[in-house]
């Protein structure tokens, strides 16, 4: 079946730093979200993008449907940016297939 | 921003007996969603749902299960009878087109089945 693979796990950031959070799927995929886990355990939207790139702050996400994956990208990562994120990408079907989760702490 | 809002937050209920779950879509939203996570692994899609019917529907989505949105009220999703394997969290979703640009999920039913 269709499966998204999300990696890193886990990711350790200095407050300040940055780094990437990287999806590949196994099959062409419509479009990809991005959602952050809240406090709640809400999935609140971070970017949908059926092409291309969008940056909100932050954070930057890009997606190739053609080499079939997706990248969030956080610079200068403050402490409120811990959480827990997901790619989760659309299918032809028009359902969402999620990847495992990126837990990420940014530390002082 | 728009909510999902779920009730109950949390259930625990005997196995075999029926569980309705509640979700309060995004009120100008038209298409709904379910899916299911079990503890420690993917959200994993079950159902969606417009203008009355089921659209797709996965593996997941046992014959025990059926999901109705009755008069424009809550959109629920319905086991009867429930399993041990039923255990989970379910989120719903909605979003106002078949393209999830707006989609918005609730922050889940914490279902325990014993």
């Known amino acids: 079946g269709d499966q998204v693979e999300q990696s890193p796990s886990a990711l350790s950031l200095h407050e300040g730093t940055g780094s990437a959070l990287r999806c590949n799927f196994t099959t062409t995929m419509r479009a990809v979200q991005w959602f952050r886990k809240n406090s709640r355990g809400s999935l609140i939207n971070l970017f949908y993008?059926?092409?291309g790139t969008k940056e909100n702050g932050r954070l930057k996400s890009a997606f190739d449907s053609k080499e079939r994956y997706s990248t969030l990208h956080i610079r200068d990562a403050q402490l409120e940016d811990s959480g827990t994120y997901f790619c989760?990408?659309?299918?032809?079907?028009?359902?969402?297939?999620f990847g495992t989760g990126t837990s990420l702490l940014v530390d002082p | 921003g728009p909510k999902v809002l779920q009730i109950p937050s949390h259930q625990i209920i005997d196995m075999g007996q029926m569980v309705t779950l509640n979700c309060d879509p995004v009120?100008?939203?038209?298409?709904f969603y379910w899916y299911k996570q079990i503890l420690g692994q993917q959200m994993e899609f079950l159902v969606n749902f417009y203008n009355g019917k089921v659209m797709e529907k996965s593996k997941l989505f046992k014959d025990q299960f059926s999901v109705e949105r009755p008069d424009g009220s809550y959109f629920t999703l319905k086991i009867q009878p429930t399993a041990l394997e039923d255990s989970a969290v379910y989120f719903c979703?909605?979003?106002?087109?078949?393209?999830?640009?707006?989609?918005?999920f609730g922050s889940g039913t914490r279902l325990l089945v014993i």
């Open positions: 989760a990408a659309e299918t032809l079907g028009y359902k969402l297939t």
């Open positions: 993008l059926a092409s």
């Open positions: 009120s100008n939203h038209l298409y």
């Open positions: 979703a909605s979003s106002s087109d078949r393209v999830a640009s707006d989609y918005t």
